[in-house]
């Protein structure tokens, strides 16, 4: 295998694959600089992992919403920040030209504390039980339902719960449980996925959302979804929406708009994201540092040969090819077990948290180039112990 | 005895390969200043098999070095192959060694190349040689060499002497005009040491090769044609060898 590769390296570099030879020759140096590699690879992914199934729980929410417009506070970053909305921005809202319909959403977060004392966390919307506010047909299904007093239906994807509480609300079995000193019964189920701050979603009535959180009061919903009529543009209506109203209280934007301007803030505002951003860049540093050490370590111990490469007559540019060989075979050997187990991982955390932990198509190809560029970067800084190989030394 | 492949190279007819003139050479700079030659004056014929010889610290080495395009000429003047040395640029003295030949006290063969690759290193150096040229040129002089059937193996897996050839080989696998060579026999003993010596002189005088070596090893002065002793930095004595 280790010919065939130097076969196949001759070959396209025109000359003896040195760099290769050189690091299949020492094997324990050769696995220890592609466990950094693949370490580093493995660290970045995963950092990548959880920003992109931050990015994209982000999203969820606002998929399932039925509407192209989301009119919100104008304080409100996320769809779970901001002030309440008067309510009299609904028929504001309704009396603009090319509104088909809107209606107003009230959102909250609950504690609901399990039976073994364990708290899940989970986001809830109150909607007008009349109208189809999400685009689930689980949840429009059930709309007359939730009309009952003190009834919701839950995202089935929510984290921690016993596992035979689904199946069972599927086949019939309310479930019942204390939250805010009311008793809820869960009729019915639907699918959206939890995020980084909630373990799932409720969706209840807006009477029942209100006696739930009892500091609510009806005439302040947290935002309005909006519906366009057809063949008009929906950047058209949100113009005419600004206009109608204050922007003071309110921001209106479209549905896309808000899910990239959500995902901007949370991940370049919050700590979440930040820190995610931070992880990907020590991923790089940890890599540059690894493969540095390595290829330094690589080029003093041959140093005596390279002069002696010198003296026969080889120049600089042959000993830079030396070692950006090096450092590419380090960078896509090190790459492919790095994928490996960052997929594995990737399954493993999905599993065990819900995240939407994916790994796209591009992703691979983006950190395998990063991973070539951090290679080549640590390869020209240890080109410069190349200097230190003087052919008069030889002799 | 066959010839190897050569590299079409321009030979200066006219002149010996090697003349010296007035060379001198220092070492540091101020108070620590210290000369290492002075005012050599030295011509090598074409073919001829020169010994430099003496004490250490005599500047045998330093001459060695410096006909060798390995340090700048500071004061006095080399004209190597047909070409001044001194004021020449980096770059030309690079294009220089590759008309040359080295053989290094310790074989500086590298580790992770088999014998026939650190001989082909010898000869990638030049360029528009076809590939299958060079593959038979390096098992050509390995053959020469006695180390036909060694060709696959890794240095660590050769003797001294068989490095020591692996290391000729790879010196004459360019088809050198000047071979310079340091104690070449040194980590040797007294029969693998001289074999070697006589060897390299037969195939370098079989091609007109000529050969500049340091050495202290009274043993193979009998196959030089010239020797040459340094004292002090100073040629102090210049004489053919009785056997030549």
Redesign the interface.
């Known amino acids: 295998m280790t010919r065939l590769v130097a076969r196949l390296l001759q070959r396209l570099l025109g ?2 694959p ?1 760099g290769w ?2 690091l ?3 094997r324990t140096r050769l696995a220890a600089a592609l466990a950094g590699v693949a370490f580093a690879n493995i660290l970045i992914f995963i950092q990548l992992g959880f920003l992109g199934a931050l990015i994209e729980s982000i999203g969820l929410p606002y998929r399932m919403m039925n509407a192209e417009i989301l009119v919100a506070a104008s304080d409100a970053n996320t769809l779970s920040d901001g002030s309440p909305l008067p309510r009299q921005r609904l028929y504001q809202t309704l009396a603009v030209p090319g509104v088909s319909a809107a209606t107003a959403v009230y959102y909250n977060r609950l504690d609901w504390k399990q039976p073994d004392g364990t708290i899940r966390t989970l986001d809830v919307f109150g909607i007008d039980p009349s109208t189809q506010a999400f685009r689930s047909g689980e949840i429009n299904a059930e709309l007359d339902r939730l009309k009952l007093s003190d009834t919701a239906l839950i995202d089935r994807k929510t984290r921690n719960v016993p596992r035979d509480l689904f199946p069972s609300i599927g086949a019939g079995r309310p479930y019942q449980f204390e939250a805010n000193n009311r008793s809820i019964t869960v009729v019915g189920t639907f699918e959206i996925g939890g995020g980084f701050a909630a373990d799932g979603y409720l969706v209840v009535s807006d009477q029942t959302f209100l006696r739930l959180f009892k500091r609510r009061v009806p005439g302040a919903p947290n935002m309005i979804f909006v519906k366009v009529e057809p063949g008009v543009p929906a950047a058209t209506v949100v113009e005419r929406l600004r206009a109608a109203l204050p922007d003071s209280d309110t921001t209106v934007r479209t549905v896309a708009e808000a899910v990239a301007s959500d995902q901007r803030f949370q991940t370049t505002q919050k700590p979440i994201g930040i820190v995610f951003g931070f992880g990907i860049v020590i991923g790089v540093l940890v890599g540059v540092i690894v493969v540095y050490q390595v290829l330094s370590s690589d080029v003093a111990d ?1 140093l ?2 390279y ?9 600089r540019g042959f000993f830079l090819g030396i070692v950006f060989e090096e450092a590419l075979v380090l960078a896509l050997l090190g790459f492919i077990p790095g994928l490996a187990i960052a997929l594995l991982l990737y399954q493993v955390i999905a599993a065990s948290t819900g995240l939407p932990i994916t790994m796209p198509g591009t992703r691979p190809l983006l950190v395998l180039l990063g991973t070539l560029a951090m290679c080549t970067l640590s390869g020209a800084i240890a080109t410069r112990r190349l200097e230190r190989a003087d ?2 030394d ?2 | 005895m066959q010839t190897l492949p050569s590299i079409a190279q321009p030979r200066a007819q006219d002149e010996p390969p090697i003349v010296v003139s007035g060379l001198s050479h220092w070492f540091g700079e101020g108070d620590v200043r210290k000369q290492a030659l002075g005012d050599i004056h030295l011509a090598v014929a074409r073919g001829q098999l020169v010994m430099l010889m003496g004490a250490s610290g005599s500047g045998k ?1 330093t001459l ?2 410096l006909i ?1 395009c ?2 700048e000429v500071q004061e006095g003047s080399i004209r190597l192959l047909g070409r001044e040395l001194k004021g020449a640029s980096a ?1 030309r003295l ?2 220089s ?2 008309r ?1 030949g ?1 053989i ?3 074989h ?6 088999t014998a026939h ?1 650190n001989v ?3 000869l ?2 030049h360029e528009g040689v076809p590939e299958t040229e060079r593959e038979d040129a390096a098992a050509h002089v390995l053959a020469l060499l006695g180390l036909g059937d060694r060709a696959t193996y ?1 240095p660590a897996n050769l003797s001294g002497g068989q490095k020591q050839r692996v290391a000729i080989a ?1 010196a004459l696998v ?1 088809n050198p005009d000047v071979i310079f060579a ?1 104690e070449p026999t040194a980590a040797l003993d007294k029969d693998s040491g001289y074999d070697v010596v006589a060897l390299l002189k037969r195939l370098a005088r079989a091609r007109g090769t000529t050969i500049l070596m ?1 050495t202290h090893d009274n043993r193979i002065l009998g196959l030089c044609d010239r020797i040459v002793t340094l004292q002090d930095g100073r040629i102090v004595r210049d004489e053919k060898s009785e056997t030549s």
């Open positions: 000359r003896l040195i030879l050189q299949t020759h020492n041959h005596r040969e002069a002696t490469f010198k003296a026969i007559g080889y120049k052919p008069a030889l002799f | 080495t060695l070095t060798g390995l340090r770059d690079v294009e060694r590759r040359l080295f290094f006290q310790a500086n063969l590298h580790e992770s190349l690759q082909r290193m010898g990638d150096v890794l790879r360019g340091d340091v």
